[in-house]
């Protein structure tokens, strides 16, 4: 089955220092990739994504990714986390199943502490 | 550019009423429109598919005549809850990509609808 897994249901770091949110995935084909960020009382916002191309991905508010294909990876990094980086984060993936949709995983909610 | 709007952001009923929720396209034309459902502290689950001027793709477990979609113009998807009961209680979001090209098209979102049934 093609799917995304988040294994982190929370992340926390202090602020200043670096942030990975963990994101696998397991597609037939090429993975189409995302990152969405969701903020309380807002709606979903997009990050990122890798297509093809560069295995590095950079994105909005200084987020970037790095697709690993033989670890079937792409998790979401930034070198120096903000307070106001706190939010929940969705990876999701693009899959063709008779038409394309995309699956999300199960989020990971991420706190950066002053 | 690419807002995607919903209406309304919060609504209230009572059990057996039905309830629309409507999603815009702001500044862009989107042939396809995506209505997903949000439990608490869950991820998103896609509901449907909405394609204009034809009818939505449900996914295994929605129910097409309790949720119904109809998407009539490139920027207007609507999402109608019928008969609706406690349970149908949720957040609802719709999205709406850009280019056309559902391969690798970006989905940008709507603010989401906050269904509460009494």
């Known amino acids: 089955a093609q799917s995304v897994a988040q294994p982190e249901d929370q992340v926390n770091v202090a602020e200043g220092n670096p942030l990975t949110v963990k994101c696998t995935y397991s597609?037939?084909?090429?993975?189409?990739l995302f990152w969405y960020v969701q903020y309380p009382n807002r709606g979903l916002q997009f990050l990122l994504k890798?297509?093809?191309?560069?295995?590095l991905v950079k994105g909005s508010y200084g987020f970037e990714a790095e697709f690993n294909k033989s670890q079937t990876s792409f998790h979401l990094k930034k070198p120096s986390a903000l307070v106001s980086d706190s939010a929940l984060y969705f990876c999701?993936?693009?899959?063709?199943?008779?038409?394309?949709?995309?699956?999300f995983g199960a989020g990971t909610r991420l706190f950066v502490k002053a | 550019g690419a807002v995607v709007s919903q209406h309304p952001s919060r609504v209230i009923c009572k059990s057996g009423t039905s309830v629309k929720i409507e999603c815009r396209s702001l500044?862009?034309?989107?042939?396809?429109m995506f209505w997903y459902r949000q439990f608490p502290k869950k991820s998103l689950m896609l509901m449907a598919t909405?394609?204009?001027?034809?009818?939505?793709?449900?996914e295994q477990g929605v129910e097409k005549d309790k949720f119904l979609i109809n998407h009539a113009s490139l920027t207007l998807s609507t999402l109608t809850v019928t008969s609706a009961h406690p349970e149908d209680s949720s957040f609802y979001i719709c999205?709406?990509?850009?280019?056309?090209?559902?391969?690798?098209?970006?989905?940008?979102f709507g603010p989401g609808t906050r269904l509460t049934v009494l």
């Open positions: 999205s709406a990509g850009t280019s056309g090209s559902v391969s690798t098209d970006t989905q940008y």
């Open positions: 597609v037939s084909g090429n993975p189409y």
């Open positions: 890798y297509i093809t191309g560069d295995n």
């Open positions: 999701a993936v693009r899959v063709n199943t008779g038409g394309f949709k995309t699956i």
């Open positions: 500044d862009f034309q989107a042939t396809t």
């Open positions: 909405s394609n204009e001027g034809s009818k939505a793709t449900y």
